[in-house]
């Protein structure tokens, strides 16, 4: 008998094992939480953390420590039509110097895009170019001061060079989307870069999140608006959940935040479903998870005659997360990515910290994961 597995070819047995007792591990929530104890004294205390790495799951979520050493994984990936976006994991950037910093790796990271076709995509969180504060003084329309200005003209200098050196290279750069009381000052630099760059083709894409309960008519204006370019969005839910509600609630305002998770899937659907049906206009980057959205993307295409394989339509999922889906999409000719992460151990921390805290909270979602990587070690023995 011979079963065709097209979930995890790019992992060795061995891969498959370790990664079974990794999602194994993240579904007690007190493992997590040990891990969590762990992680915050090797870092409060600077201790040593090579010789502990391979207990970190940094292997599961992180290709490598900089652009070079992920071109294995990301290259085996490919081989398979999976593609990858290299995601630098510096969640800490506060200085002027950090900025520079992330902003020489977001270089580095569109300079190999355009070289190499594993990596169709690069990716750029804003708070990693630019301060938070400012961002969220923009956003709630506050004067700048003359030292503020300066410092906003540096973000969209170093946002500007990123969108260049992408029209140049021939790929898309996309901008995470992070918590809402920051967004319009976001948009207020991204817009005008899409109208820019995005004339023939889409060279900057934005970032929606549908759990915020006025994305779909943002989404709708966005369209509208979208007269002369092209229009590039990332489809997600959204990350934020709880830190938005909190906040809502120390601030005595309206959560943004959709009140129920139905409310969220349903803006998200119907979005998709104007997105599919616009895909000579714009870029649709379905970026998520969730098994019932992906076939219902594929039934969609179906039943609207929509090719699958458009070049318009991509799926994405992070790195070390189901990879059995975008296995599976790729393998059906759509187009994939994959969010690679990569970053030394010490700076990947926080990220590996919100996986381990993602992975164990969403048991069933765990659950599938090994339940598929269980099946993949099962075929491999039998065409073994
Ligand atoms: C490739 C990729 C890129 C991403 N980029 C970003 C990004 O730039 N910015 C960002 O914020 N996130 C980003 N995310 C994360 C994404 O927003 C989701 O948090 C994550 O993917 C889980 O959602 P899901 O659609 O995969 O699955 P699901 O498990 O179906 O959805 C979980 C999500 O639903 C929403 N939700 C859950 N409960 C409720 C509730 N009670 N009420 C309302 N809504 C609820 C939340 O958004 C939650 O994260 C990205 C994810 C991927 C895969």
Not at 253 to 279: G, I, W, Y
Request: aromatic fraction near 12%.
């Amino acid at each position: 008998m011979t079963i065709k597995s097209t979930y995890y070819p790019h992992k060795s047995s061995q891969d498959l094992r370790a990664s079974l007792v990794l999602f194994r591990l993240l579904s007690f929530p007190f493992i997590v939480r040990i891990a969590f104890v762990f992680w915050r004294f090797i870092t409060f205390f600077r201790f040593p953390i090579a010789p502990f790495i391979r207990f970190t799951g940094y292997y599961q979520f992180c290709a490598g420590k900089d652009v070079a050493t992920c071109t294995s994984i990301t290259t085996r990936m490919a081989s398979f039509r999976v593609k990858s976006v290299l995601d630098y994991a510096n969640e800490h950037a506060l200085s002027e110097s950090d900025f520079d910093q992330n902003l020489e790796v977001i270089l580095e990271t569109i300079r190999v895009a355009a070289t190499n076709d594993a990596y169709p995509f690069a990716v750029l969180k804003p708070t990693a170019i630019g301060s938070f504060t400012l961002f969220e003084k923009k956003t709630l329309g506050f004067e700048l001061s003359d030292v503020e200005l300066a410092a906003w003209k540096r973000i969209k200098n170093r946002l500007e060079s990123c969108a260049a050196l992408a029209a140049q290279s021939e790929i898309v750069l996309m901008i995470d989307a992070e918590e809402s009381w920051i967004q319009s000052g976001v948009d207020a630099l991204i817009l005008p870069l899409m109208k820019r760059y995005n004339k023939e083709n889409v060279v900057v894409a934005i970032t929606l999140q549908f759990y915020l309960k006025d994305t779909l008519n943002k989404y709708m204006t966005l369209c509208q608006n979208a007269q002369g370019y092209f229009l590039g969005v990332k489809f997600v839910r959204g990350a934020y959940m709880e830190k938005e509600r909190k906040r809502a609630n120390i601030l005595r305002l309206e959560s943004p935040v959709c009140n129920t998770k139905m409310q969220t899937d349903k803006q998200f659907r119907q979005a998709l479903e104007f997105a599919l049906q616009h895909l000579k206009k714009q870029l649709c980057i379905v970026a998520t998870h969730n098994e019932a959205d992906i076939q219902w993307v594929k039934e969609t295409c179906k039943q609207k005659d929509i090719s699958l394989q458009d070049k318009n339509l991509w799926f994405s999922q992070l790195y070390g997360m189901r990879d059995y889906i975008s296995f599976s999409l790729a393998a059906e000719g759509a187009h994939v990515f994959k969010y690679v992460p990569f970053g030394p151990l010490r700076q990947s921390i926080p990220y590996l910290m919100r996986r381990a805290i993602e992975n164990s909270s969403v048991k069933s979602q765990t659950e599938k994961e090994r339940k598929m990587l269980k099946q993949e070690l099962v075929s491999r023995k039998i065409n073994a």
